[in-house]
């Protein structure tokens, strides 16, 4: 593979500096291999691919309100799956990431109902639960040394037991109350759940909050120290501190950003749909995992785009609409997913070799 | 060539040693013990600028532990460790950065799957306005890094290809030129000629040269004694955690130092009962009356 082209140590050659930057850099890998190292490009194909299968497959994709349904039912992965990726990008994952989108919502919701408060005061508690749970994840891991595997699951049992059993205890039900007669419900649904009119159709906020994350994310991990910091704590954590690099804060910083986006998700449920369901969320944290691994990021970390999960999520939420609207079993869903993780995975296997090949 | 204008270290490089013949980096009597292991004891090194000091002893001999002491990944428990005279304890190696002592670790402390200019600046990044939108100045630690590199003599395709396809010489030299450029007066390397071919190895022997010429002073780990002694000032052998000699370039034949590291000192201590003994060639073996060298410590026990 001619990605490993390489400069012969140039031991008996003057050093040339100034000026003549273009000296001995003339030789450039190929466009196309160049393209294709780079994490987002595979599923960027892939996504193309799956649209236009099922913009041939299925004729009711192809009118504009069913893409802004696509869109939305991407965008709730979406939203979840970058600080997902940026996490595994730094080299961990997150099993409780599922049911703490649901923790958080329950916590807004009865939290405003039981007190009648503003609901906007059950949303900043719930913010910062969020963030404490995030934050005690990425604790315990550093701590410890134990790997995020072990940490999040046992988190990931203690959230789903106390979701059921807080609510339960609360309000004598599996579900919150309806908090849409509340002070502050229309202005939160404003920010989480709101939806507008684009020439006829109807597009969720939410797609819009998935774009501008995503673009902040890209721009944080490709043009900021903390990006680099997450890339390399992911790499090589013991390199990464030796050089000077805060790993302990990375790292840290990254479960309560997951935190933050399970927040985020939480209030959209909360305010889209005005109860919770307590048992939810379940198995959700492994749709956001695979969205990010087929998003071109690697498990091992150290590598990965936030573009990618994008197009990652829009895959799936692409595949999940489009055999509804095809008129297909949806219990072909999980058998596309599968394929589609697998391919990816493969994909990433194949560029952690040639990247790394001497 | 070396600017200081990035300088998160806060390290300035000083061109010349301001105070006489004081060394950069002291170790008196320094030792350390895991628990009850004791894994160094009573060891004295001086590191001056512009001077190589060469760390030899066997696996095991208590190498690591002193540059781990020196870099700040551990702390010392028995003995001073001063630098510039004054006592120091580091809690991590930001502290021992901060000082201006630099280590390329065995496993070059890069990230394998980053750029070789992010890796260039890892956790001394450039940066451009004001915080909010505060970002890396991409276009500026590109330049500066190939500027380096070159200066060290490695010329680079492409600067964005993962340093991890670069080979194990371009590597190290890499990680050297990185400590140099970043204001370092105390260069250690651990073992960077361990895994290399010859050629390979005296292109890293070569940048050692170099940063010896630029007035840093080098602590240069390693288990080759040919390689240490084409470069080396002043010598100190490890063995079992206790300084078994410490010696300047005059005082010690390449011979010597050989036999030194080979255990020398203990065979021949061992030779007259080897003797007795069929079937063992004592004939090649030094008499102790040939290892004139200063030995330092050796009555203390080893531990």
């Given at each position: 593979m001619s990605m490993t082209q390489q400069a012969t140590p140039a031991v008996g050659t003057p050093p040339a500096p100034g000026p003549k930057q273009s000296d001995g850099r003339t030789r450039q890998r190929p466009l196309a291999l160049r393209l294709l190292a780079r994490p987002e490009v595979g599923v960027f194909l892939g996504a193309v691919a799956v649209l236009v299968f099922f913009l041939f497959a299925a004729p009711p994709v192809r009118d504009g309100s069913s893409m802004a349904n696509i869109l939305y039912q991407s965008s709730t992965i979406g939203i979840m799956a970058l600080p997902v990726a940026l996490l595994m990008i730094g080299g961990e994952f997150d099993l409780s990431a599922g049911v703490a989108v649901i923790t958080s919502a329950l916590t807004a919701s009865m939290l405003s109902y039981q007190l009648t408060m503003n609901v906007w005061v059950g949303v900043i508690v719930a913010l910062l639960v969020s963030l404490a749970i995030g934050a005690f994840n990425g604790w315990l891991l550093v701590k410890t040394g134990l790997p995020s595997f072990l940490v999040t699951l046992g988190t990931f049992l203690i959230l789903q037991g106390v979701n059921l059993a807080i609510t339960k205890l609360v309000t004598g039900n599996v579900a919150t109350d309806d908090i849409s007669d509340m002070d502050g419900f229309a202005q939160a649904q404003k920010i989480?759940?709101?939806?507008?009119?684009?020439?006829?159709?109807?597009?969720?906020?939410?797609?819009?909050?998935?774009?501008?994350?995503?673009?902040?994310?890209?721009?944080?991990?490709?043009?900021?120290?903390?990006?680099?910091?997450?890339?390399?704590?992911?790499?090589?954590?013991?390199?990464?501190?030796?050089?000077g690099v805060p790993v302990t804060f990375t790292k840290i910083s990254l479960f309560m950003l997951v935190g933050f986006g399970a927040w985020f998700v939480g209030m959209h449920q909360l305010f889209s749909f005005n109860t919770v369901q307590s048992g939810e969320g379940v198995g959700q944290e492994l749709i956001y995992i695979a969205a990010a691994v087929i998003g071109g990021c690697l498990l091992t970390g150290g590598y990965g785009s936030a573009i990618g999960p994008v197009f990652g999520a829009f895959m799936f939420g692409m595949v999940q609409q489009g055999i509804v609207y095809a008129g297909w079993n949806p219990d072909w869903f999980k058998a596309f997913l599968g394929v589609m993780l697998l391919g990816a995975v493969l994909i990433n296997l194949w560029v952690q070799r040639t990247a790394t090949r001497r | 060539m070396t600017s200081n204008e990035t300088g998160t270290h806060g390290a300035v490089l000083k061109d010349t040693p301001p105070a006489g013949e004081r060394p950069l980096v002291e170790l008196r009597g320094a030792g350390k013990s895991y628990g009850n292991i004791r894994a160094l004891h009573g060891v004295d090194l001086e590191v001056h600028p512009g001077k190589v000091t060469c760390v030899l002893g066997d696996n095991g001999a208590g190498k690591s532990t002193l540059i781990k002491i020196v870099s700040g990944l551990h702390q010392h428990t028995e003995g001073e460790f001063l630098v510039d005279g004054e006592p120091v304890r580091f809690s991590t190696p930001r502290e021992a950065l901060d000082k201006g002592i630099a280590t390329v670790y065995q496993d070059l402390a890069v990230v394998p799957l980053m750029p070789v200019w992010r890796n260039f600046f890892l956790g001394s990044e450039m940066t451009k306005g004001p915080w909010p939108v505060r970002r890396l100045d991409i276009e500026r630690m590109k330049r500066t890094a190939d500027e380096e590199l070159r200066n060290m003599g490695i010329v680079l395709d492409d600067l964005e290809q993962p340093i991890g396809t670069l080979s194990g010489g371009q590597r190290q030299c890499v990680a050297i030129a990185r400590a140099v450029y970043f204001g370092a007066r105390v260069l250690i390397l651990d073992e960077p000629t361990a895994a290399l071919g010859v050629k390979q190895s005296g292109v890293v022997l070569k940048y050692i040269a170099a940063a010896r010429e630029k007035g840093l002073g080098v602590i240069f780990i390693t288990h080759n004694p040919h390689h240490a002694y084409m470069v080396g000032d002043h010598f100190s052998v490890l063995r079992l955690g206790t300084m078994e000699l410490s010696a300047s370039r005059s005082d010690v034949s390449l011979e010597e130092l050989t036999n030194h590291m080979a255990g020398g000192a203990e065979l021949a201590s061992l030779k007259h009962e080897l003797a007795q003994v069929r079937g063992v060639d004592v004939e090649e073996l030094p008499e102790e009356g040939d290892l004139t060298a200063p030995v330092a410590t050796s009555s203390e026990g080893k531990s």
């Open positions: 989480f759940a709101s939806s507008f009119e684009v020439g006829g159709v109807n597009v969720k906020i939410t797609v819009v909050w998935w774009l501008v994350f995503a673009a902040l994310a890209t721009w944080v991990l490709l043009r900021t120290k903390y990006g680099n910091w997450i890339f390399a704590v992911g790499g090589n954590k013991d390199s990464a501190r030796a050089v | -």
